[in-house]
């Protein structure tokens, strides 16, 4: 399966961003699909995360209540609704996907294919 996210950009604090990764080769629902952020600096953390079925979500402490995880088969893509961006939440946005059957990864080891990341800067 090949990866292709996009979406990022520059935003002010409190704004929105909506991410896309766009999926081919199988389809994404075969998948528990997951995206990971890297900031200038730090480690590669995880964010949120989606389970084959679509029915299970977890997602970090720092985002959650302000992200959302979803899905649409139809056009073989996930996104990431982005709302009220703050200054910390500027990275370098990585989707992934991991073949297990059932739950959802946290970490990056559990992933199994990566796209290429997309930028995001929000201002102050």
């Known amino acids: 399966v090949q990866l292709q996210a996009c979406g990022g950009g520059l935003v002010q604090a409190g704004g929105s961003l909506r991410l896309s990764c766009a999926a081919s080769?199988?389809?994404?629902?075969?998948?528990?699909t997951g995206w990971f952020r890297q900031a200038p600096g730090k480690d590669r953390e995880f964010v949120a995360a989606?389970?084959?079925?679509?029915?299970?979500?977890s997602y970090a402490d720092s985002v959650k209540g302000r992200f959302t995880i979803s899905r649409e088969n139809a056009k073989n893509t996930v996104y990431l609704q982005m709302n009220s961006l703050q200054p910390e939440d500027t990275a370098v946005y990585y989707c992934?996907?991991?073949?297990?059957?059932?739950?959802?990864?946290?970490?990056?080891?559990?992933?199994?294919?990566w796209g290429q990341g997309t930028e995001v800067t929000v201002s102050s």
């Open positions: 992934a996907v991991d073949g297990r059957p059932v739950g959802v990864g946290t970490s990056m080891g559990e992933y199994d294919y």
């Open positions: 080769g199988r389809s994404v629902s075969t998948y528990v």
């Open positions: 989606m389970s084959r079925s679509g029915r299970t979500t």
